[in-house]
């Protein structure tokens, strides 16, 4: 079954305007990742928080992580039109070592 | 950074026939890869996992004998989907997992299409 349920399904903005993604799982964790997925192609890895941070960042993008409501958020600042695609978070289940996709949010920048 | 190589990246088969999707880790061994198989506009869902010289552990719902994992080396694991039918057209991604366990690497994914 699914690890990982994020919101929104589908979010569509004006270029400039920051995206903010939220997932949310069910059991304990090592590390949680997000990846990006353009339409029918392969994953692109953006960020890997672990179990035992709150925050990270890298480039425009933002990710927090609250371990005590199992969830996560991905913000993405100034957005522009190339991020277009859909964002997946995975997480790394405590006690084994599968990485359990959540059902994505489908991501639409406008030009 | 580790790099997955999946191969091929897209395939064209009749049904009835047997595709042989590979999954290589080049630059570290990999004990454990992971096979997933994600239909259009949907996440992916796990399959499988590969264990390097033992039998494949497969999710529920997973046909064991359809889909037929080797991982024969530290390098290399090989998804076999046998009697293909146009219900198997997805697209399938694998994942390896490093020497400490702690990340997993993707390849590029491979389209089957089952016509």
């Known amino acids: 079954s699914q690890q990982g349920e994020e919101d929104p399904q589908a979010l569509s903005i004006q270029e400039g305007e920051n995206a903010t993604m939220n997932c949310s799982y069910k059991?304990?964790?090592?590390?949680l990742q997000w990846y990006r997925q353009n339409s029918g192609r392969g994953l692109v890895h953006l960020i890997l928080?672990?179990?035992?941070?709150r925050e990270k960042h890298s480039g425009r993008l933002r990710v927090t992580l609250d371990t005590s409501k199992k969830s996560s958020s991905l913000l993405i600042t100034a957005s522009r039109a190339a991020d277009t695609a859909s964002y997946f978070c995975?997480?790394?289940?405590?006690?084994?070592?599968?990485?359990?996709f959540g059902a994505g949010t489908r991501l639409f920048v406008k030009a | 950074g580790a790099v997955v190589s999946q191969h091929p990246s897209w395939v064209i088969c009749k049904s009835g026939t047997s595709v042989k999707i590979e999954c290589r880790s080049l630059d570290f061994q990999a004990t454990t890869m992971f096979w997933y198989r994600q239909f259009p506009k949907q996440s992916l869902m796990l399959m499988a996992t590969?264990?390097?010289?033992?039998?494949?552990?497969?999710e529920q719902g997973v046909e064991k004998d359809k889909f037929l994992i080797n991982h024969a080396s530290l390098t290399l694991s090989t998804l076999t989907v046998t009697s293909a039918h146009p219900e198997d057209s997805s697209f399938y991604i694998c994942s390896a997992l490093t020497g400490r366990g702690t990340e997993a690497f993707f390849g590029q994914g491979t389209r089957l299409t089952v016509v």
């Open positions: 995975a997480t790394d289940v405590t006690g084994g070592f599968k990485t359990i």
């Open positions: 059991t304990s964790i090592n590390n």
């Open positions: 590969s264990n390097e010289g033992s039998k494949a552990t497969y």
């Open positions: 928080i672990r179990s035992n941070e």
